[in-house]
C-alpha cells in the first residue's frame, strides 16, 4: 500500500476565541493510502494543546509510509494500528490520519459505509451542537443568526465573561446550550457556583470545568453539581478512562486525541460498560475527519461535530447536516469526495 500525504493550511470564517487565545487558522494534514487503485483518504488536525504540527506529522507519516509499502491490503486493521501505534508515543492526530484512511479504503473495497461495518443505524446519528467562540454581545448575536439550523448551542466560556456570554444568547434565543470551558475555571467553589446559575439557563452539559489533572476537584464538582459534567481534556484515551468514573458523568471522545475510528469504538464501549455518556467532538477540521467521526455517532449522547462549517476553505464534501441533524450517507468507506482546490484559499507548505 502506498501512503500518500499533503499539509494544509484551514483558514477560520470568523477568528476562534476559547480560554487559551485566539486563533484564525489551524494546520491539518491531509493522507491519502492507495491500494490497487482504490484510495482511503484521511486527516490529520493539530490543535494547539495537543503539541503536533505539520513537522512532526509529516516525520511520522514518512515514518509509517515505509511500513505500509510491505503490507499489501488493508485488512487487519487492529493489527496494523498496533504497530503503527507502537513506532512512537504520542502523535495521535498523525496517527489517527491514517486509522481514517484505512477505514475509507476497507469500506471502498467492500462497498460498504463505515457505519454499517461498525453495526451502527444511521437514522440514529444525533444533532449537532453549533460551537459559538468568545466573543463581544454584537459578535455573539450574528453568530446565533448564523447558527439559525442548528437545534443546540455550544458556548465556550473562559472564567471572565461567562455571565454576559449566556445572558446575551438568551437575550436572543431560547435553543439548549452545551457549556465548554476549556479548563478555564480556576476554582471548584467558583466552578459550583457557576454551574448552579448554568442550571436555571437550559444548559444540558458542562464540559471540562477545571483544570484537566485536577482529579480531586473534578471528583468534589461531580459530587455536587446538578449539571452532567464532561472530560475533554482529561481523556484522550482507552487507557484514561477508566480512572475518570466518580469524576465525570460522560466523555468527549475526538478522532484526534485517540488515533483514530478503531480506538473510538473501542472507548464507546467501555465507557458504556462504566455508565459514562458519550460526546463525539471534533477539532477544527474539514468534512474529511468530520464525516469518519460522523460514522460512530449512532452510538453517541450527543455529538459536536460543526468543525467544517466554521472553516472557510473545507477540501471535501462529506456527511451533511440537515436541519442540524447528523445525515450519513450510503458511500462507501467514511463517505467523502475531495473538493477540487481553489487555490486562494488553501496554502499548502511543501514538505
Ligand atoms: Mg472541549
Known amino acids: ?101 484505512l477505514h475509507d479504503l476497507c469500506g471502498k473495497r467492500e462497498n460498504t459505509p463505515c457505519w454499517k461495518m461498525f453495526g451502527a443505524e444511521k437514522t440514529q446519528a444525533p444533532f449537532t451542537t453549533f460551537t459559538l467562540g468568545i466573543d463581544e454581545p454584537v459578535m455573539l ?70 483544570p484537566k489533572d485536577d482529579i480531586d476537584a473534578a471528583h468534589w464538582l461531580y459530587e455536587r453539581s446538578p449539571l452532567p459534567l464532561y472530560a475533554d481534556e482529561s481523556v484522550q484515551r482507552l487507557s484514561d478512562i477508566a480512572q475518570l468514573k466518580d469524576c465525570y458523568h460522560g466523555i468527549n471522545i475526538k478522532l484526534m486525541k485517540c488515533t483514530g475510528l478503531h480506538e473510538a469504538n473501542e472507548m464507546i464501549r467501555l465507557a458504556r460498560t462504566l455508565q459514562l455518556k458519550v460526546l463525539i467532538g471534533c477539532m477544527s477540521e474539514t468534512s474529511c475527519a468530520v464525516s469518519a467521526a460522523a460514522q460512530l455517532t449512532p452510538f453517541a449522547d450527543h455529538a459536536d461535530l460543526d468543525g467544517p462549517m466554521l472553516i472557510k476553505n473545507d477540501l471535501f464534501k462529506g456527511i451533511e447536516f440537515i436541519n442540524g441533524k447528523i445525515t450519513l450517507n450510503d458511500l462507501p468507506g467514511i463517505g467523502v469526495l475531495p473538493v477540487a482546490s481553489s487555490g486562494h484559499q488553501v496554502s499548502c507548505m511543501s514538505s
Open 141 to 210: 448575536k450574528q453568530k446565533i443568526a448564523e447558527a439559525e439550523a442548528f437545534r443546540v448551542l455550544k458556548v465556550k466560556l473562559n472564567g471572565i465573561d461567562d455571565r454576559q456570554m449566556i445572558d446575551t444568547i438568551r437575550s436572543v434565543t431560547d435553543k439548549p446550550i452545551a457549556v465548554d470551558v476549556n479548563q478555564g475555571w480556576k476554582t471548584k467553589e467558583h466552578a459550583l457556583e457557576m454551574i448552579e446559575w448554568l442550571k436555571e439557563k437550559n444548559v444540558l452539559f458542562v464540559e471540562q470545568a477545571m
Open 1 to 101: 500500500m502506498k501512503l500518500s500525504f499533503e499539509p494544509h493550511t484551514l483558514y477560520f470564517i470568523h477568528p476562534f476565541r476559547i480560554a487559551h487565545g485566539v486563533r484564525s487558522s489551524t494546520p491539518v494534514v491531509i493522507t491519502q493510502l492507495e491500494c490497487h487503485g482504490v484510495i482511503g483518504y484521511g486527516e490529520a488536525s493539530m490543535p494547539p494543546y495537543l503539541g503536533e504540527s505539520h513537522e512532526s506529522v509529516l516525520a511520522f507519516l514518512k515514518k509509517a509510509a515505509a511500513y505500509l509499502e510491505t503490507l499489501s491490503t488493508p485488512e487487519h486493521i487492529p493489527a496494523i494500528l498496533k504497530t503503527i501505534d507502537a513506532m512512537e508515543p504520542g502523535n495521535t492526530a498523525a496517527k489517527a490520519s491514517i486509522d481514517i484512511a
